[in-house]
Nanobody, 124 residues
Framework: QVQLVESGGGLVQAGGSLRLSCAAS????????MGWFRQAPGKEREFVAA????????RYEDSVKGRFTISRDNAKNTVNLQMNSLKPEDTAVYYC?????????????????WGQGTQVTVAS
């Protein structure tokens, strides 16, 4: 059974940090590039960050560059998103996703598997 399970969300003050984790099971994790997306109320799901199969290549949405860091551990089948200097506009449900594409992609429909999401709320 294919599963992606996110954890680590919560309520934090502006300027604070959170670390999101996503645990994968039921498939060959290292064969998939991974991404993080977020969706705020009334808005479309948007790309946040992605990492290649090996972890050697990463991409970020402009508004999170320098604040967020994506990483993966293929031995543990996990992908993480370290979020620093959080802002109220980062408030959203965060999803991890997996794509069988050879390289990262920022397009949600090109991802094959999705987690259930974890809420991140940044208070001003």
């Amino acid at each position: 059974q294919v599963q992606l399970v996110e954890s680590g969300g919560g309520l934090v003050q502006a300027g604070g940090s959170l670390r999101l984790s996503c645990a994968a099971s039921g498939w060959t994790f290292s064969r998939y590039a991974m991404g993080w997306f977020r969706q705020a109320p009334g808005k479309e799901r948007e790309f946040v960050a992605a990492i290649s199969r090996s972890g050697g290549s990463t991409r970020y949405e402009d508004s999170v560059k320098g604040r967020f860091t994506i990483s993966r551990d293929n031995a543990k089948n996990t992908v993480n998103l370290q979020m620093n200097s959080l802002k109220p506009e980062d408030t959203a449900v965060y999803y991890c996703a997996a794509t069988s594409r050879a390289d990262w992609t920022a397009t949600p429909k090109e991802y094959d598997y999705w987690g259930q999401g974890t809420q991140v709320t940044v208070a001003s």
